[in-house]
């Protein structure tokens, strides 16, 4: 009997045991329905949010371009082009002819059009439809934004519903929208998500190596979308990885497999990417010392003061907030007013002597709170410090000082700060026993305040990136451009030389772009397939970009591109409204007109005469009517009553010198004199045209911002006028030396004058200026400087030195 009493106790246990497991699996697959289900409700709110604001760039993706202008064309144009044309996966051919440059360099999606490439020769079509993909997944990545936000608050154990309202909110107020219109690559904002999903995951589970490589894959896959976005990610990494070492030392500095994450999440990609551009980049000389910097850090009000209605105008009306654009990362009122109320206890807890400590009763614990301190590291660093702090302490960091815009960084700030806020409030409403209805209330009112703020964003912005067609589709290109374009025959020429001439790369030598010349030129390279000799790129090669832009030089200058030229073709010149030099209209005066419109003009010039040099003729003309000039102060003039100022620097000491045997030089940091003129040496009503001859010819002479300035201070109001042009800017390139010309008035002719350079504090290259001429604008001014038997063979004229051949 006690035998049999003993195997029905069993049988009842264990019958007892399964009910439980069962109930268990109950539980379970009714929670994993109900988050299925919360989950599908938010593919369908976010999707149907896409729809309402962007519906029509989803319904006809290839029929618009969000940006017609500036870096937004750019970016279009090296990713369908290089996409279209080029020969190579990796050179991208359509800019800086004849050198090209490296595609990592050119803000062309490289993964993407690698991807299209690769699909390319099975179905040839598919490069007609690569900006349409592009818009497209550039919308939908919203509804990816929110899904991986739902997810992450899922791994935090957030209510569904109040994870539906923070993903949504938070997906309407992430500040990358604005990049839809210029930064294409950057627009992406739900790299940050998945970044941080993948990272709790993978800690919140090791023993699933899954979440290791799929971030490893992650952070490898951003890299070549945006340089950015992967340093960013990997930053972030790094952080949490440091912190999560550092909080677990004892158990894991014996674990190789704690190592793996640095190794293979940071360590790896950022080796990889760099050995990868650098094995591949044939392109030698680009600047160690890219402006930036110290220009485009992050700022307190960048994330706490709101940017659109409802809170902005609220704000204009006590105070001119100045934001940086590189740097938005409105938080949100809701944010803000949950890291007050997390930061309150936590200073009272230093007061108290309890160390920096978050209380559990504000947010629950777990790896979560690693990445918020992560995200600090990440945002102090847009902050731009300890750089700011000790500015000489970023030479020490060459790749740190590639980043120009560290201001971006804080939107991980942004994601980790949002996701905090949304756990904090549902954690205070899980403590809650009396007034659970009310703070209900309070929660869902505070997260759907964030939507609130975000929608304004996308109001702006729907009706922004749909004002322009892809002029890359041939049914959207104007009459009047096409008519143009179809009389010529792209096989007639070699590329195309673009007026207004447009050059930014290399920061040492560059031309000032215009949309309109930079718009037509692009368009007309897409639809013949030739390259355009300017750039609009970012960090070409100095020597390279030097060569590019002696090509609008005086043509009495030597070009030493004529070597580099491949082809024995014309260049079309692609004429465009805007203002020209007098150097580019005498290049446009030049060629051939071919065909021509009211928005342009096609003309053909050969490179026997791009390349002729005028010298003699220069010369010939001054033979003409030397003896109608006169001598003034060693110079000979039309008009000896006209200002005439010039200084050779022939006092000062220096190696190197325009001419001998003196030259004025230093470090660019700070201001330098050049020359000052008390009241009374320059008239009211007349233009003066000052020139300088700058040397050229070595890293970073004429770059970082250096100026020449022509500075008026007037003294009883205590004020300066000034006026100030780049070196870099300068068009006139006579070898090693630039000549650097600035055109004044004064306001008041009895106020102290001084032409100046100035640079910037943290600027340690050196400089060095020679020949200062100052003149009235319209009066020539000559001095012969080396004659022949008689003939001239060097001709001052306005500070150029012209050498007959």
């Known amino acids: 009997m006690g035998l049999i009493a003993c195997k029905v106790k069993k049988s009842t246990f264990k019958i007892l045991i399964n009910s439980i497991f069962v109930k268990d699996n109950l539980l379970t697959n009714l929670q994993l329905k109900s988050s299925r289900l919360y ?10 949010f896409i729809a309402i604001f962007y519906g029509k760039v989803l319904v006809s993706p290839n029929s618009f371009m969000f940006s017609t202008s500036g870096d937004g064309m750019k970016n279009y144009f090296t990713y369908a082009w290089h996409i279209k044309y080029d020969s190579s996966a990796i050179e991208f051919q359509g800019m800086n002819y004849p050198y090209g440059e490296h595609f990592m360099y050119t803000d062309c999606h490289p993964i993407f059009t690698l991807a299209f490439r690769a699909l390319k020769p099975i179905f ?5 439809y690569s900006v349409g993909f592009l818009n497209f997944f550039m919308i939908f990545s919203f509804v990816l934004t929110a899904l991986f936000l739902w997810l992450i608050f899922k791994d935090l154990k957030v209510d569904p519903f109040f994870s539906i309202l923070g993903s949504l909110g938070i997906m309407m107020l992430a500040p990358q929208v604005f990049r839809l219109t210029g930064h294409l690559a950057l627009s992406y904002s739900f790299f940050i998500p998945l970044t941080l999903y993948l990272a709790l995951k993978h800690y919140g589970n090791t023993e699933k190596k899954r979440w290791l490589w799929f971030q490893m894959l992650n952070i490898f896959f951003w890299f070549f979308i945006h340089a950015y976005l992967g340093m960013m990610a990997a930053g972030f990494l790094l952080a949490f990885w440091v912190i999560h070492f ?18 293979l999440w940071v360590i790896l990609p950022v080796l990889c990417f760099v050995l990868f551009v650098n094995l591949t980049d044939t392109h030698t000389g680009r600047t160690p010392n890219p402006s930036g910097f110290f220009l485009h850090n992050a700022e307190p009000d960048d994330l706490l003061v709101p940017i659109y209605p409802p809170l902005r105008p609220l704000i204009d009306q006590f105070a001119a907030v100045n934001q940086k654009w590189e740097a938005w990362a409105y938080l949100g009122l809701t944010t803000i007013i949950m890291i007050i109320t997390l930061l309150v206890p936590l200073v009272k807890n230093l007061a108290r002597g309890k160390g920096f400590r978050i209380d559990s009763d504000m947010l629950p614990a777990g790896n979560f709170r690693i990445a918020i301190w992560s995200s600090v590291i990440l945002l102090i660093f847009a902050f731009g410090f300890p750089f700011k702090a000790i500015p000489g302490l970023i030479d020490y960091f060459p790749v740190i000082k590639q980043f120009r ?21 549902d954690h205070w409403l899980r403590r809650s026993i009396k007034y659970n209805l009310l703070r209900k209330v309070l929660v869902i009112a505070a997260l759907l305040f964030i939507m609130v703020e975000g929608i304004p964003y996308h109001w702006d912005m729907r009706s922004k990136i749909t004002q322009s067609k892809n002029l890359f589709e041939p049914s959207n290109l104007d009459q009047d451009l096409k008519l143009v374009l179809d009389k010529i025959d792209p096989a007639d020429y070699q590329a195309i030389l673009p007026l207004p001439f447009y050059y930014i790369g290399s920061e040492n030598f560059s031309v000032a772009p215009q949309d309109v010349s930079v718009r037509n030129s692009i368009v007309a390279s897409f639809y013949t397939g030739l390259p355009i000799t300017g750039a ?9 970009s030097k060569r590019i832009v002696e090509l609008v030089s005086p043509a009495y200058y030597r070009k030493p591109i004529q070597q580099d030229i491949p082809s024995l073709k014309p260049f079309l010149v692609v004429v465009s409204p805007g203002n020209m030099s007098e150097n580019q209209v005498e290049l446009k005066n030049k060629g051939v007109e071919i065909a021509r419109s009211q928005s342009i003009g096609l003309y053909s010039l050969s490179l026997d005469t791009l390349f002729a040099n005028t010298a003699s003729i220069e010369i010939e003309k001054f033979e003409a009517l030397r003896e109608s000039l006169h001598e003034k102060d060693g110079f000979l003039t039309a008009d000896t009553d006209a200002f005439l100022y010039f200084d050779s620097f022939d006092t000062e000491s220096a190696d190197t010198s325009f001419s001998e045997p003196g030259a004025f030089t230093g470090v660019k940091k ?13 008239e009211a009503g007349k233009t003066y045209t000052a ?3 700058m040397y050229n010819a070595h890293l970073d002479a004429l770059n970082f911002w250096f100026r020449l300035m022509a500075e008026e201070y007037d003294e009883p109001n205590n004020r300066y006028i000034e006026h100030w042009v780049l070196p870099e800017q300068s068009e006139v390139i006579n070898g090693n030396w630039s000549l650097v010309e600035i055109e004044f008035t004064v306001e008041n002719p009895q106020n102290y004058f001084a032409l100046k350079l100035r640079g910037k504090d943290i600027d340690h290259a050196w400089f060095i200026a020679d020949d200062l001429l100052i003149r009235e604008k319209g009066i ?15 001709l001052f004229k306005n500070n150029d030195r012209i050498k007959r051949d």
């Open 124 to 128: 040839p079509g598919i490069v007609d």
């Open 246 to 263: 550092i909080k677990n030392f004892k158990t894991l500095k014996s674990q190789i497999a704690a190592w793996l994450p640095l190794f």
């Open 691 to 693: 020139s300088v001859w």
């Open 780 to 794: 020539d001014v000559y001095r012969v400087e080396k004659t022949d038997n008689g003939k001239v063979t060097l």
């Open 39 to 48: 989950f599908i409700i938010l593919i369908i709110l976010s999707t149907a």
């Open 536 to 544: 609009y790129l970012t960090r070409t090669g100095i020597e390279e």
């Open 405 to 425: 815009a560290t201001g971006r960084f804080d939107w991980v700030f942004f994601f980790v700060a949002t996701i905090m806020a949304v756990v904090m409030l």
């Open 670 to 682: 700070g201001i330098h004199t050049l020359a000052g003129f008390y009241g009374g040496t320059f």
